[in-house]
Structure formats: C-alpha cells, structure tokens
C-alpha cells in the first residue's frame, strides 16, 4: 500500500473550562504568570459524568458518525492513552463495544492500547501504520484513537492540566500522507513525570526537568530528522541542508504554549548552528554559531534573544496549531494531533494543498519521536477527503466559544472530586448529564466490582 496516512480527523474537549487570568488571581500569583509566562488563555476540564472509557467512545463515535465510516472497513483499531482505569482490561475492549451497537461481529479487529506517557497516541499511529505497510494487513482501514484527562495536584503544574481525544481513520492513499523514511525516535530513562501512585490521578511531576527533558529530545529528534530529510533531498538552496525552511508547518506536543514558542525557538537555534559559518549568519549573531546546544539549556539571556529571532518563523510555521492547545491545555497523548488538527484548520484547501508539516511526539518517561507528513495537491483524487476534513474542523472555534465558563472555585471542586472518585466502586455520577454537548457518551454509574455502564447524550 502507498501513501499511508489520514483520512479522517474527529476531536473532542470537555464542555466546561476555566479562564486562566482568573486561576491567576484564585491561586494568588502574579498576574500574567499562566496567560503570558505559560501561554494558556483557558483550560478544559471533565464533569464526575465524564472518564476516559467515555472520552474514547465519544470521539470514536463522533469520527464514525461525521465522516460515516462503516465498522466492517476497520481491520485495525489502536489506542493511546496514560489515563489508567483499569490495569488489565484494554481501553481497546471497551470501543468493541461500537461493533455490537452496529450489529457487526467484531471480528479480525487487531491492536490495543499503548501507553507511554503522552507519547502512547504516537506509538498506537505508528503501530496502525505499521500494520498497513505489514504482511498482517487485510486491506481493511486503521483507527487510531488517543485520549486523557489531565489533573495536576494543586501547585505550580496545576494550570497545565487540560482534558480530550482525537480519533484518526488511518488507510493508504490518504490526503494527508506520512512520509517514509523520515520517523526519528530518541528515548532516555529519566523520572521527569511519572504516576507510580495507581490510587491518585496525579502525577509526581518535576516541571523543570520534565521541560528540560523536552528540549533535549526535540534536539535529538530533529537532528536525525534532518539528516533522515537530507537523503530524501529536503534541503535549504542556500546551505545545502535541511531547515526549517523545508517545512511549510511545525506542530508539538503541547503541554503550554509557551513551551512550543520555546520549541520554535530551540530549532532555530539547532538550524543556526548546523550552517554555520560566517558567509550564512549576520555578523551580530555570528557569536550565536560558535556555542554548543548541550550548554545552552539553562542560558535565559540566549533563549530570549533566539525566541526574538524566531518569532516570524513561530508565527509562520507554528502560531495557528496552538487554536485548541491555548483553550484547553495540555490533553497529554491527543495533544500533538489536536495541534495538527488545529494547523490544518488555520489555513485554507488552497494553501493547505502540497504542504509538508513536522510533527514532534514527546511523553515523559522519556519517549520522542519528530516525522513529517506531505499533503496531497490540489488536483489529485487524494486531495478530495481533505475538504470534508476541513469543513468538519471549522467548527472547532464555535465549539470551544459555546463550553460552560466555570469559576476557579468550581474548577478546583471538581478535580479534586474527581481525583477521589476516579477508581470508586460503587459509584453513582451526579453531575448534569444535559451540560454536556450533544453527541457526548457519559457515565451512567459504576457498580460494586468497578463495572461501568455509559449512555448517549
Ligand atoms: N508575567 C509573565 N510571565 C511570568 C510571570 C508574570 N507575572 N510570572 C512568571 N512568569 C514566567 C516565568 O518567568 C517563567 O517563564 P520562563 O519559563 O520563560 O522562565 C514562566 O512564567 C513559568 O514560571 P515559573 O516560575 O518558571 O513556573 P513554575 O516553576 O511555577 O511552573 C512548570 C512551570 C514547571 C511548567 C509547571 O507548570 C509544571 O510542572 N507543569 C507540568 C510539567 C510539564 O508540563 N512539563 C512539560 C513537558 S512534560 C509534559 O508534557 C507533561
């Protein structure tokens, strides 16, 4: 099969958010420390009807349902998700239940839950793709879902948080295609955030490294990347090499915005030093070519002047993918992919036809991965899902303008509720089940051996 990658993207957050200046002034620190230092204007955030067997039903459903796929067409079904329910049972298992709502016998559907942190929705796409190319493969589509819900114990990481999924349908001759040869994957061990606590939903978390770990995985990945790309003749016609120049988007995992500004800025810096020689660079940043990257984590005055220079680059190949990151926070394992979603909806069919877009994949732990894909030209018959796929995405804007304001007290209230709550047996949810948007699979209750029944809104 050729030209494996998207056909259909279908995304959901929760219906309720918080407003970031307000968490500011509840939280008693500085005002401008969320909105300007993290760069998040608003953050979603789950109701006690809401878990992530529901999140998953509902964005599974809604991708079905919007683009009218019939099940007995998907062979492949993979999961990505660091919200943990249950420690045996697949999050996989409980989607099956979409083939029997369908009547269908759900047979010969492969693939099951990954988990790494936020990267398991990276390696749940790269497992679908991967079985298409294969000798497993049985002509049928691929679906890959990823959700989370993400709570941070009060403190400093709580702003961070954020809730949703996306689901990708996955098949060859795709519009938005993945491009062979350029997947670049750096893995460490270190403990920058972790959940060895399976009672509690919260993480143990050190922010300073976990951003540092980032950082130093976005340097790795892009490296071999752009070595990958420079033997597939990507390169800039002024160096010879690749750079960011050879890609017409960029799009991260966010867990702030500020951090994918930063990200930006990092690349700007890697190109920098991969050309540089006193020809290529202007004379007031030739200082900038003679360090070395592994000195510079820590160099705030550096990073504020590589952040100036990389502005126009940021406001060019990454500003718009930052729609639904900025409203809703870090989704953890959707959230690169609801970036994508997000680029892809800030440009128009015309400029979005013959794009190729870099995509980094980051999950604590830590796992990474940076790849690309290439949009389909205007023209091709491949190009045609791609307008659907649009239309459907313009609706993000009206969606996250129609989600219920809560206060910062509510919005406390309910994350620590649903910290305690999460893995309680018997419970009954008695949050409203009409506050939620229409479509939504929600929480019906939870009997004595942890059996969870949910209902359509
Ligand atoms: N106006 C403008 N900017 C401000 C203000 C203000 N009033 N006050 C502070 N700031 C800036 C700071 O200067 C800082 O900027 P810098 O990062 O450019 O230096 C920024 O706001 C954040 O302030 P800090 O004091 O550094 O933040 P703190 O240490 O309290 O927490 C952190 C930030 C570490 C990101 C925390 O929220 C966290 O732990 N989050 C979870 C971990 C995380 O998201 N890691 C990222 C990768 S791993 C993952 O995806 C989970």
Request: glycine content about 8%; charged content about 20%.
């Amino acid at each position: 099969p050729v030209d494996v990658g998207i056909h259909a993207i279908s995304l959901y957050f929760p219906s309720q958010f918080v407003k970031q200046d307000a968490l500011e002034e509840y939280d008693g620190v500085s005002s401008g420390k969320y909105t300007i230092g993290l760069g998040q204007t608003e953050m979603g955030f789950c109701s006690d009807r809401e878990d992530i067997n529901s999140l998953f039903l509902t964005v599974t459903h809604r991708l079905l349902k919007e683009y009218d796929i019939d099940v007995c067409n998907i062979g492949y079904l993979a999961v990505g998700s660091e919200t943990i329910l249950d420690k045996a049972k697949s999050i996989k298992s409980v989607l099956m239940q979409i083939w029997d709502w369908h009547g269908v016998d759900p047979i010969d559907v492969e693939g099951v839950d990954s988990v790494s942190a936020c990267y398991g929705g990276t390696a749940a796409l790269f497992n679908a793709i991967n079985w298409i190319e294969s000798s497993s493969w049985n002509g049928k589509q691929a679906l890959v879902v990823t959700a989370d819900i993400a709570v941070y114990a009060s403190g400093n990481a709580r702003p961070t948080g954020g809730a949703g999924a996306v689901a990708m349908l996955i098949g060859p001759c795709a519009p938005i295609v993945f491009e062979r040869g350029t997947r670049s994957t750096y893995m460490e061990h270190a403990y920058d955030f972790y959940k060895p606590n399976l009672s509690s939903e919260y993480p143990v978390v050190d922010g300073k490294l976990s951003v540092l770990c980032y950082l130093r995985a976005l340097d790795k990945c892009y490296q071999l990347f752009c070595e990958k790309s420079e033997t597939l003749g990507f390169k800039d016609p002024k160096t010879g090499q690749h750079a960011l120049s050879c890609l017409n988007a960029l799009v991260f995992h966010s867990p702030y915005c500020r951090l994918v500004e930063k990200s930006v800025a990092r690349l700007y810096f890697n190109d920098l030093l991969r050309c540089a020689s006193d020809e290529n660079l202007p004379v007031d940043i030739q200082h900038l070519g003679k360090l070395r990257l592994e000195d510079t984590y820590f160099d705030k005055e550096l990073e504020k002047q590589l952040l100036s220079l990389s502005r126009p680059v940021f406001q060019d190949l990454t500003e718009t993918s930052l729609l639904v990151a900025k409203h809703v926070g870090n989704m953890y394992c959707p959230s690169v992919y609801a970036c994508l979603a997000s680029s892809l909806l800030g440009k128009s069919l015309i400029e979005l036809s013959g794009m190729r877009i870099g995509i980094f994949s980051y999950g604590s732990g830590f796992t990474s991965s940076m790849f690309s894909v290439r949009i389909a030209k205007d023209g091709e018959p491949s190009f045609v899902p791609l307008k659907k796929m649009h239309s459907l995405l313009s609706k993000i804007p009206s969606c996250l303008g129609s989600r219920i304001l809560r206060s910062p007290e509510y919005f406390t209230r309910a994350v620590e509720k649903w910290d305690l709550i999460a893995h309680q047996a018997p419970f009954d949810p008695n949050d409203p089940v009409e506050e939620l948007a229409k479509g939504t699979w929600y929480l019906v209750s939870v009997d004595d051996r942890h059996r969870r029944k949910y209902a359509y809104h």
